[in-house]
């Protein structure tokens, strides 16, 4: 038998284990991520409720959203008409009316100088329209940027 350790009064065979045994961590945060795998979904649906009926209920029709482009040149038009700056707000509430929940889609120049689309953004703000989104087109794929490329890509002569 060793002598007890120094000091302790503990033999060798009763120190205490220094090592944290993890296992049973990992399985409880095992368990704990696949609960809320499932419950996550669950918390964002609404709750389903059996609506009253009502013989003057319409659907609300789908609007168009309202398009204000920014020119290069700092030229801004709703639709395809040109309108000065101090007139946009007008111009835009004489389409929609009072319904500043309508979208409004700017769609800046790659050239046009920041700061006229970001005026046109707070402008539109000011003026109490909360839905404005940003107009961009996608990129190509890279398999069509080749063919753009070479332009007999595709068996034509050019």
Do not use: C
Request: glycine letters at 8%; a neutral charge; hydrophobic letters at 45%.
């Amino acid at each position: 038998m060793k002598p007890p350790i120094r000091g302790l009064g503990i033999s060798s065979r009763h120190r205490p284990l220094s090592e944290i045994n993890v296992t049973p961590l990992v399985d409880v945060m095992l368990v704990l991520l696949v609960v809320f795998m499932i419950t996550a979904p669950m918390l964002t649906a609404g709750i389903k409720v059996d609506l009253p009926r009502a013989t003057t209920a319409r659907p609300l029709a789908p609007s168009e959203p309202v398009a204000v482009t920014v020119a290069r040149d700092g030229v801004i038009a709703v639709g395809r008409e040109e309108v000065p700056r101090d007139a946009l707000i007008a111009r835009i509430r004489e389409l929609v009316g009072d319904d500043t929940t309508r979208s409004v889609h700017v769609r800046g120049d790659r050239g046009a100088a920041y700061g006229e689309v970001v005026g046109v953004i707070d402008l539109l703000a000011s003026a109490g329209f909360n839905h404005i989104a940003l107009v961009s087109q996608s990129r190509e794929l890279p398999s069509a940027r080749s063919d753009a490329a070479n332009p007999g890509s595709d068996g034509r002569t050019p």
